[in-house]
């Protein structure tokens, strides 16, 4: 199948495609002529949430389609005609508000069910969506919905983290001040916590829904539809926009959620992501409920209120696909082998990870106490991009190996090139490309055409580039060796350097800064930054508190630095670009190795490292 996919994939995604429900069929599968912005399926007209729901009401309509757990143990079931019912009503709710085709939604939100509602119903009525993740701050927010030119926002009260209510509509109204672009705020009860209200602008939910008549039939959207936009960081400047469409986006979620977790009609499926991220929106939302599966969904966070929370979980809902990332499981392997058995994990079939690379002692472990030395282990390579899997073993069908994504998935071609672009032998390690169209693919960077072309497709003219190094061994498995450029992956989440550095620097008592990944036994990377302080610290150990604050306030949690360095100075070069590489040494205390001829001042290096010069 795979040689066939790769040989003929206009033979092999036509017949994917025609898979999928049709409100018109469509006359091509792919036109590339507008290389590289690509079209699929193009003259047909579908809706992604039909293919997610109304499909499956003849087969499956009693059939549970969300099993979602809260915080506090409060558990919510909706089979696929309740969830069927909910999104109609919401999307005819949003219409009501003057939500139309085309329109941009914000979605911020706790991990509960009406956010799986939330994003099918704007799919319903065709509205792009945009999640905003529920960690980021306001700042984060406000940036987002003024590039998208978002006009309704949907969010929660508050949601359960940790033990405790987060406030997320008071993050909203924070992001909204000064700002008339929103006509609606839609707010899902759910903390039961006190919010302020703008009267006109902002309407509970459930007052909507009380009020709605009639379900909305989804809107016939053409193939190349933007269904939505996922905000994802680069190495430079502000966060992308990453648009996908429909058709396309759907093919590539549907064909390989069932392939590579071997989707069986009474399986129970977890994937652990929230849907603020890529994963959830393909393996949460779109793929599993394409393929009419029961999918689980938990609110909070890993180990409240208890270590062996996951385990519960999976015992209690006899979980048989269970999706995470290897952060959790490096976090759950320092917690202790006691909490896992405690619970019957049984019902586990198969295993899967996303979002870094997994050490093999990990990957062991997960195999080991997780799986019994039963499941298989997916270890799936991809990105906001790529829309869906691109590199990931098929269980039952390939050997994996620890540490391995092993295979290209159906339909991708992918290679390891030199800085020439030249193909490099098997065992060498070089940049990893894909060489051709596939249906997931971004169709670009919302309001930015040039950004695109340039990130993506300028480093090797015809080739797609997403920015990791990889080796492929002589069994043709591919190694992925992480980012090449200056992105940061910090518990399987992208963030730039630039973006923490722009937040430090934003702090009145900040001159300069410069942040490099350093090896983090649980987080994967974390964040060590070099900061310049504007004048003479007098409490170094309070300024970095506080720099550690502002970033979790200008970005989000999950970008606090665990480590600040105060310099007088940075090595830079001639030209006046901080040299990252030279910092990552530093901070993970190695020895300075490459090229430092470029470096202006080497005695700056040397006090970095404490070194009397
Ligand atoms: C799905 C997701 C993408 C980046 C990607 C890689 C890294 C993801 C793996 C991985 C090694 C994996 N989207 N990455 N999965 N590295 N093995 N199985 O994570 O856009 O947020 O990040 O994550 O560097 O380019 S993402």
Not at 563 to 584: Q, V
Request: glycine residues 10%; proline residues 6%.
């Amino acid at each position: 199948m795979h040689r066939r996919s790769v040989e003929d994939p206009e033979g092999f995604w036509g017949e994917i495609g025609r898979e999928l429900p049709w409100i018109e069929p469509f006359t091509e599968v792919l036109d590339w002529s507008e290389a590289p912005v690509a079209k699929w399926f193009t003259g047909g007209k579908l809706n992604a949430s039909a293919i997610c729901l109304d499909q499956h009401l003849a087969l499956r309509g009693e059939k549970k389609a969300i099993i979602w757990e809260g915080e506090p143990g409060d558990v919510r079931e909706f089979t696929y005609r309740e969830l069927h019912a909910e999104v109609g009503k919401f999307a005819a709710a949003l219409k009501a508000r003057g939500l139309k085709k085309g329109d941009r939604v914000a979605i911020y939100m706790p991990m509960i069910p009406e956010l799986t509602v939330a994003v099918l119903a704007c799919a319903r009525v065709g509205a792009p969506h945009s999640v905003i993740f529920g960690g980021f701050s306001a700042q984060a927010i406000r940036d987002r919905v003024e590039d998208g030119d978002c006009s309704v926002v949907i969010t929660a009260d508050g949601g359960w983290r940790r033990g405790k209510v987060l406030p997320l509509k008071q993050e909203v109204d924070a992001a909204l001040e000064g700002y008339e672009g929103v006509h609606s705020v839609v707010c899902v009860r759910r903390g039961e916590n006190e919010v302020a209200w703008t009267e006109g602008r902002d309407c509970w939910y459930h007052e909507l829904m009380d009020a709605v008549e009639e379900p909305a039939a989804p809107e016939p959207m053409d193939s190349e539809d933007v269904l939505f936009l996922l905000y994802t960081s680069g190495s430079t400047g502000k966060p992308k926009g990453i648009v996908h469409t429909t058709a396309g986006y759907m093919a590539g979620a549907y064909l390989s959620t069932r392939y590579v977790f071997d989707l069986r009609e009474d399986d129970v499926y977890w994937c652990t992501a929230d849907v603020g991220w890529v994963t959830g929106h393909s393996y949460i939302v779109y793929g599993p409920l394409a393929n009419g599966a029961t999918v689980v969904m938990y609110e909070g966070a890993p180990t409240t209120p208890h270590p062996g929370r996951f385990w519960e979980l999976c015992e209690k809902h006899g979980v048989t696909i269970f999706y995470t990332a290897p952060t959790a499981i490096r976090t759950f392997m320092r917690l202790g082998d006691e909490h896992i058995a405690e619970h019957d994990l049984s019902k586990l079939r198969l295993l899967g990870t996303v979002g870094e690379p997994i050490n093999p002692e990990a990957w062991i472990w997960y195999h080991k106490l997780i799986g019994g030395e039963r499941c298989p282990i997916v270890d799936t390579w991809w990105q906001t991009e790529t829309g869906g899997i691109m590199i990931s073993p098929l269980p039952g069908v390939q050997v994996t190996k620890p540490g391995s994504a092993t295979r290209p998935f159906f339909g991708v071609d992918a290679g390891v090139v030199d800085e020439q672009g030249q193909p490099v032998e098997d065992g060498k390690g070089g940049y990893l490309v894909i060489k051709k169209p596939w249906p997931g693919m971004l169709r670009g960077i919302w309001g930015d055409e040039e950004r695109f072309k340039e990130t993506y497709w300028s480093k090797f003219p015809g080739l797609y580039f997403p920015g990791d190094g990889a080796v492929r061994d002589e069994d043709g498995c591919f190694w992925i060796l992480g980012r090449v450029d200056d992105v940061l992956n910090i518990s399987g989440h992208r963030l730039s350097t630039m973006e923490v550095e722009s937040a430090l620097v934003s702090h009145p008592s900040v001159a300069e800064a410069a942040v490099v990944g350093m090896p983090d036994e649980v987080t994967g990377e974390a964040i060590c930054a070099f900061v310049t302080p504007r004048k003479e610290i007098e409490d170094p150990d309070a300024l970095e508190k506080e720099l550690i604050i502002h970033v979790a306030n200008e970005i989000g949690k999950l970008a606090r630095p665990k480590e600040i360095r105060f310099t007088d100075a940075l090595p830079k070069t001639r030209s006046g670009k901080i040299m990252r590489r030279l910092l990552r040494d530093v901070a993970k205390g190695a020895e300075i190795a490459g090229d430092t001829t470029t470096l202006e001042d080497y005695t700056v290096l040397a006090k970095l490292r404490g070194d009397e010069a």
